[in-house]
């Protein structure tokens, strides 16, 4: 470890002297309220969602990240995935171009090595169904500014917030702009926000047209042994948003999400067959189709934080199966499926001052929570399961002396109302210590103690392949971190060692004889170092740049060959954005190295490193146009961003070009 430190550091002072020269006059900072507030290479960022509370980023004692609404326009993200795809520290996967999904297997963001260990919240509010989340379905327009805290978040969260926490928060008001835009392999964008300070709509129109060779499969089954081909068209996604503000401190927001892909696989080699498949042969074909709303309605004052949230969505797969699980033909077979999951809930804060040193918040939180396997053909019975989740916290931040801050917290998470009487409860703990060196700079302590709950979907078998697990274990584990964060001469330097320590990580098992999944209780852990800095430079350019190096591992019970390496060791971000005149022009990159593929029934194996690049350049005439050009996968690489063994492959060098017009 004082090896790859040294190493880390000498990076970071080479980077700096290249940067070095560019540095730009102060920039000026606006005082806003803590949901509003926004800045950009400042040195007073303020976050809320590490502590509850609005702290300058360099007064946090967390690994934390903040990506405005400026830094997300100038990248050309379409969607919260887009803008979340190359942070530092995370993961990226995608079955599909424009963010495709395949029903319930979603796109998702691994962080520090973990695989689905992070809550996704709206404006603080949980918008995840059965662990999983669609990024995708918040375009890019709608967000003020992403919050984004690594290492455990339970206590002040609860469940799922075990690997970091992802809070977007979304515009108050909207800028009127209509946009068009179009692109090869049929993509196609429209969308209009409209509104003002109290009241705003916004509509988005995203297309994707066909895209061959999406994945490639090996299959082994008792029948037929070979590969088939995967290909996806008519991809279609539709946002639709609508937020009013009723006053300073009450505002409702409500959201819909609709999606629909269609998939078919084709054989693209026999190796053995029964029944005699050829090449070229159907395998099946599936549409999936997705339709969500979200509801928020948000209380907000100096003591008191409040939410109403309403969470609904329905998924269906619908199509031919030409060739069974077993590798015979089924001409007339039909494959169908439906699920709804709703969630709604209530969570209520309140802050206290005492004697101008110490900060005391509490809070309550409800949330009831249904899955619903819903009659098809497929569906050899429906399933209802229900279950109420209940949390009680607290939080004391307590400053000693100009230098020294510690915060301690205590959460108490429980269930009832669940089948067979399968319910959970766990007490959770945290303590934080934060040392100024000086006004801008801070060495930080951060233990978390965390869990996760097994979803529905884990425990009764939600899909057609999978084996009911009822008798799943919480996660549980802990997460150390020491970390130092300085703002200097325009640059802002985060560092973060870490250690994570997961027990009964839930995890799928692949039953080869009946060819199915499980999912089973195993061990995680992953140790490692991130190393970042922004800097705002002079002559309109700007660079952000950061280093991962990590050893993420797990263990399953009866294996011989012990810990076992997941995703990735080395990973490197960076940006450079030029900003003159009418002109704007954004590069941003991802590079995972060491990376294996980890199969839900075998040793991990070594697979090539991914690296995703975006260049998007823009310019407005006057004052009320926009031309932008975006480009993905620069460089035309046959990247894969999938971790389990599955071969989804990115998108070919692709662009959209994009007119938006203000009034």
Avoid at 597 to 602: K, N
């Amino acid at each position: 470890m004082k090896i790859w430190n040294k190493k880390l550091f000498a990076t970071a002072v080479a980077l700096s002297a290249m940067t070095g020269q560019v540095y730009a006059a102060d920039t000026q900072s606006t005082e806003k309220s803590a949901d509003e507030a926004v800045y950009t290479y400042n040195t007073s960022e303020i976050v809320v969602t590490a502590t509850r509370s609005q702290k300058r980023d360099v007064d946090v004692p967390a690994a934390t990240t903040v990506i405005t609404a400026e830094e997300i326009k100038d990248s050309g993200a379409e969607n919260a995935s887009d803008a979340l795809e190359k942070v530092n520290g995370f993961t990226y996967k995608s079955f599909g171009p424009n963010g495709a999904s395949m029903g319930t297997m979603s796109n998702e963001l691994n962080v520090r090595g973990m695989k689905s260990g992070a809550l996704v919240l709206m404006n603080g509010n949980p918008i995840s169904w059965r662990g999983k989340y669609n990024l995708d379905a918040i375009p890019a327009g709608s967000i003020e500014r992403i919050e984004i805290v690594k290492g455990s978040g339970s206590v002040l969260y609860g469940s799922e917030a075990m690997s970091g926490v992802v809070n977007i928060i979304t515009k108050k008001g909207a800028a009127n702009e209509a946009h068009v835009g179009f692109g090869n392999y049929g993509q196609r964008s429209y969308g209009v926000n409209v509104g003002d300070g109290r009241f705003g709509f916004y509509y988005d129109d995203t297309k994707w047209g066909t895209r061959n060779g999406l994945s490639y499969t090996d299959v082994k089954s008792r029948n037929f042994k070979g590969e088939t081909r995967t290909d996806i068209r008519d991809i279609e996604k539709k946002s639709a948003g609508f937020h009013y503000k009723f006053n300073p401190h009450l505002d409702f927001l409500l959201h819909y999400y609709e999606t629909a892909a269609k998939y078919s696989r084709t054989i693209t080699q026999v190796t053995s067959s029964a029944q005699r498949l050829r090449i070229g042969e159907p395998f099946n074909a599936r549409k999936y189709t997705t339709k969500q709303y979200v509801s928020q309605l948000n209380y907000n004052d100096p003591n008191w934080k409040s939410s109403l949230y309403f969470n609904t969505g329905t998924m269906e797969s619908l199509g031919p199966t030409y060739i069974s699980a077993v590798g015979r033909r089924t001409p007339t077979d039909w494959y169908n499926t439906r699920e709804k999951n709703t969630t709604y809930g209530v969570d209520i804060q309140r802050t206290w001052h005492v004697g101008g040193l110490s900060t005391a918040i509490a809070g309550f939180c409800f949330e009831r929570e249904a899955f619903d396997a819903l009659p098809a053909h497929s569906t050899k019975t429906a399933k209802h399961h229900t279950r109420n989740n209940w949390g009680v916290f607290m939080q004391w931040d307590q400053r000693f002396d100009e230098r020294n801050t510690g915060i301690f917290g205590l959460r108490e998470t429980w269930t009832t109302g669940a089948m067979r009487d399968q319910n959970y409860h766990n007490l959770s703990g945290s303590m934080q210590w934060l040392y100024k060196l000086d006004r801008n700079s801070s060495l930080y302590l951060n233990v978390n103690q965390s869990f996760v709950m097994p979803t529905f979907g884990q425990m009764y078998g939600a899909a057609s392949q999978s084996i009911p697990a009822p008798d799943l274990k919480p996660q549980t584990g802990i997460n150390y971190e020491i970390g130092w964060k300085k703002q200097h001469n325009r640059h802002s330097w985060k560092m973060a060692l870490f250690h994570m320590r997961i027990k009964d990580y839930i995890t799928p098992k692949w039953v080869t004889l009946r060819a199915e999944y499980q999912y089973t209780n195993e061990d995680f852990r992953n140790t490692g170092i991130e190393l970042s800095d922004e800097i705002h430079g002079k002559h309109g350019f700007s660079y952000q740049w950061g280093v991962t190096w990590q050893n993420p591992e797990r263990r399953s019970t009866g294996n011989t060959y012990g810990w076992d390496h997941t995703f990735g060791k080395v990973q490197l971000t960076g940006g450079i954005t030029y900003q003159k005149n009418k002109w704007t022009s954004s590069l941003t990159a991802s590079y995972l190295a060491n990376r294996v593929m980890s199969p839900t029934s075998g040793h991990s194996y070594r697979t090539k490193p991914y690296l995703l690049t975006t260049w998007n350049t823009s310019y407005a005439p006057d004052a009320h146009s926009e031309i932008s050009l975006r480009i993905d996968n620069v460089l035309d690489r046959e990247d894969i961003t999938m971790h389990s063994g599955a071969r989804y492959y990115v998108a070919p060098i692709n662009y959209l070009l994009r007119y938006s017009y203000n009034f």
